[in-house]
């Protein structure tokens, strides 16, 4: 894609950062790296369910808060949805001791309200990937399930809302109208924002997207999960910020939705999503430091006693693989 920003020589950054890290932003298309902030180290971790997407680039904020930054599709955008390794991403962002995601997308969206260029803060999200993404950390021999009703980090979804509550944060390009913030508090009298993710690559056909729309769908991409699904098993409190660049293909006076025109959308977007990713990092390493909501910390320990498999004699090899994510949870007998 023809957004990338120039590249900064991040090879010769150190490969460790022994502090723990607690915020993790995930850039989608358009945004692949966070111009704003200082990188200090990139960090290549090996996971039991391979490499993550790029090396992970750990950045500071003026006052020393340290944010983690993986790019989704690889710095060079060369992995295609369905093959974004999103295990070995939640677990390598999950060994770093990130406890917050913010993870940035592009989107189509499904309803006339939501202009091209738009900002979106989903709260609910329908699964219509085809089964073929690994989605669970969890295996044959070791069960487990873990709650998914509310995709989205209630406590993160409502401190980003309320840090772009006020219109006018967003910037106009090339003389087109300003974009908005939609929020299920904010433009939507409390309806859900309702995310549909497709398995793509391909776009969806004129019907598909009318009866997502009858389904009440909002926006569409092909990356919202398993990321958040897996993000949930890892005890991490994730939301998605969705980009509008297309009406999809639902409008029969539009042309279905192209590249190009996503491509084109792009480059306001990734200004915009650069201005809120800062404003962001700001606002949550407040929290973190200052803050009293405890981010992620309801999520601790919830996969401990979502188990249904007996431990006992469940195999060692496959308590190690769990024990890379969940350290000193079900002791090996
Ligand atoms: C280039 S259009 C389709 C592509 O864009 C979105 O990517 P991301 O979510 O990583 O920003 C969408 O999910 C598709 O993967
Ligand atoms: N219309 C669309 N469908 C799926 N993913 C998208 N990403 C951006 N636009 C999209």
Redesign the pocket.
């Given at each position: 894609?023809s957004v990338h920003r120039e590249e900064i020589n991040l090879s010769q950054l150190p490969h460790e950062f022994n502090e723990p890290v607690q915020l993790a932003i995930i850039g989608?298309?358009?945004l692949y790296d966070l111009p704003n902030l200082k990188p200090v180290a990139r960090l290549t971790i090996s996971t039991p369910w391979g490499y993550p997407s790029s090396p992970i680039t750990i950045s500071v904020t003026e006052s020393g808060f340290p944010v983690a930054f993986l790019a989704?599709?690889g710095q060079k955008h060369d992995l295609l949805?369905t093959d974004v390794p999103s295990r070995a991403n939640m677990a390598a962002l999950k060994k770093i001791g990130v406890k917050a995601i913010v993870a940035?997308?592009?989107?189509g969206s499904l309803q006339p309200e939501i202009k091209p260029r738009d900002f979106v803060i989903p709260t609910q999200v329908i699964d219509r990937t085809k089964g073929i993404r690994p989605s669970t950390f969890f295996e044959k021999g070791f069960v487990a399930h873990a709650m998914f009703g509310e995709p989205f980090d209630l406590k993160l979804n409502k401190l980003i809302t309320d840090s772009f509550e006020t219109n006018g944060f967003l910037d106009q390009h090339d003389g087109k109208d300003i974009p908005t913030f939609h929020s299920k508090a904010k433009t939507n009298k409390g309806e859900d924002l309702t995310l549909i993710c497709m398995e793509?690559?391909q776009f969806s056909t004129r019907a598909e997207s009318k009866l997502y729309r009858s389904w009440g769908g909002s926006v569409i991409?092909?990356?919202c999960l398993p990321e958040a699904k897996l993000a949930r098993e890892a005890e991490i409190a994730y939301q998605m910020i969705c980009m509008s660049?297309d009406y999809d293909s639902w409008n029969e006076d539009e042309e279905p939705v192209t590249?190009e025109t996503?491509?084109g959308n792009l480059k306001a977007n990734s200004a915009n999503a650069c201005k809120m990713a800062t404003k962001l990092v700001d606002v949550i390493a407040k929290e973190f430091t200052e803050g009293s909501l405890g981010l992620g910390d309801d999520l601790q320990g919830s996969m401990k006693y979502s188990v249904s498999t007996s431990p006992q004699g469940v195999k060692k090899e496959v308590l190690e693989k769990m024990h890379f994510l969940f350290p000193g949870y079900w002791p090996v007998h």
């Open positions: 894609m989608g298309t358009g989704r599709h949805p940035f997308s592009a989107v793509g690559p991409n092909m990356s660049t590249v996503v491509v």
